[in-house]
């Protein structure tokens, strides 16, 4: 279906806040489309920069990061911010305005499409997510598991090519956390999924990147490497049960 | 802690369904020509006018008393004022109590006709009224839609920010601290520790708030509305006959 070879390119990219803290180190990796990907790593490894370079929130400093063929810059925001959704950790920040379906059209509103369009992107994207019911409720009166799927709904009603998740299943009970998984399974969409729910992970991905301190430690299969328990446990992480029963 | 603002109720009368645009206006025409009136009949006549558009509505009198609850100590104090004299001893006075009222009662309208407005708009539809009756503003570089967009963010985040209050206070009382003893500089020296974590934690949620809004290519220019208000024939008719009697008011033609 696409013509571009890579959904994601990331070459040597280095990162440094401004008190000097690096934060990014000569990350390089490259996602193909339809591969699901799982970025791990302790807290602070630099997942969330990460994320947030890849579709121009964070400039990159040094090296670059091309979404298909468009190298993130100044001038390529609306085209890769277009290509790339990200659903942040904390719903609350993603709903912000008066209804759930006002938060989930305003994605397609910035992107000047018309009326009838960002009606459809929005019916759809709700439907996904099983809250048309609750549409027109402000994001502030739903269940903490509704409003992670409501934000995720403010992302997919853009239909991005590639999306990015933070934390999907961060603080959700054990039947939320099922109906995430479930759901996040059934998109048809390039996925990087930064998380520390190793089970999310291992069910979800077919790929994982482990960062630790800025720097990439390996990449490869998502199996392999959570089986690994040195590598686990060295780079803050667990083998997840399921992998522990299938040994 | 309750605040009465963003307290729109859903409905499908004639006001309801009245363009923003021409609600705002009109109100703007009424609150103008109010402070331009001497006579009770057409005070009375404009308590009559709001009244029924409250029965048209279908805005329960209560929910309406209650916006005007925040100006009812300013009202009483005013009466009290105007009502009574030190000058050759403690009295009441019959004409200052009728001043005192009719200042009252234009404070009431004046809160009421607004009140109106909160309670039979959503904010989403009054937002984008204003930032069409902006739009001229926008020649002279004003970031209308920005604006816009600032107000229905700030309506939009009254209820979180006093969920963070109490939230803070709890965190607080939990630890000690006390806020209704004491002398007033100890009771207004307690407040600091809530109001500290209360302006880092807003201003760090603006700025979580302003990177996803960037993530989903909000730049304030080029967006398009979900619906693009129409004005009606009966909007006009409204915007234009007020007007009308605004003029008319004003020019002293009306008494």
Redesign the interface.
Known sequence: MHCHAHAIEVDHLNYRYQDGTLALYGVSFLISHGMRVALLGPNGAGKSTLIEHLNGIILPQEGRILIEDVVVGPNTLATVRERVGIVFQDPDNMLFMTSIAQDVAFGPLNMGLDGAEVEKRTNYALDAVSLSEKRDKPGMHLSFGQKKRAALATVLSMQPRVLVLDEPTSNLDPRAKRNMSELLEHLDITLLIATHDMELAWNMCDTAIVLDEGRIVCMGDAHGIMRNEKLMLEHGLEVPPSARCQQ | MQIPIGSYVPGDSAVHRADPRAKLLVTFFLVAALFTLKSWYLIVALCTVMMLVCVIARINVRTFLRMLKPVLWIGAFTLIVNSFSFVGGFHFILPGFMRGMFFVVRLFVVMGSTALITLTT???ALTDGIAIMMRPLARLRVPVEDVAMMI??G???I??IAEEIDRIILAQTARGATFNEGSLLKRARAWIPVLIPLFVGLFR?AD??A?????????GI???????LKLKLSDVALMVVSGLLFVLIVGGVIR
């Open positions: 959503s904010p989403v229905s963010i309506i939009r985040f209820p979180t949620r979580a708030l990177r996803s809004m960037d993530a989903r290519c909000y730049t080029g967006r398009t509305h979900l619906r693009e």
